[in-house]
């Protein structure tokens, strides 16, 4: 029985990757990179973690004051995985201004989220 629960969820892991490269070919368009991103940040997380226990994940991002996106977080158990952000090269702050930033402290609030959330949790 626990033999074939693991092949489901290695087969629908197979699927979610294959759904994410290929919105990763689509045009990038916001809404289709941010899930691309909400499904990279999923894929990473340890399949026994992720999808065999009832943890969910807890999602942030932090913005300057300006609107950019500084980094992102992700929160799985103990887990944490900070990122880039996924935004346009021209959105991003510089790295000078990133380390401006860090030095002084960054503060992002986190929500909860499912792996297909509709709200934008980062």
Do not use: C
């Not at 689509?26 to 997380?45: F, N, Q």
């Not at 399949?47 to 009832?54: A, F, K, R, V, W």
């Not at 943890?55 to 991002?61: C, K």
């Amino acid at each position: 029985m626990r033999k074939e629960k693991d092949d489901r969820l290695s087969e629908a892991l197979a699927l979610v990757q294959e759904a994410r490269d290929y919105m990763a070919r689509l045009p990038p368009v916001p809404v289709t990179l941010e899930l691309v991103r909400k499904l990279s940040l999923y894929l990473e997380a340890s399949p026994s973690q992720n999808l065999g226990s009832n943890t969910l994940p807890w999602y942030g991002r932090a913005y300057t004051p300006a609107g950019q996106p500084l980094i992102e977080a992700m929160v799985l158990d103990t887990r944490l995985t900070l990122r880039e952000p996924r935004a346009a090269r021209s959105s991003l702050v510089t790295p000078a201004e990133f380390q401006r930033h860090l030095s002084q402290g960054i503060t992002m609030s986190l929500v909860q989220s499912g792996l297909f959330e509709t709200s934008d949790p980062l």
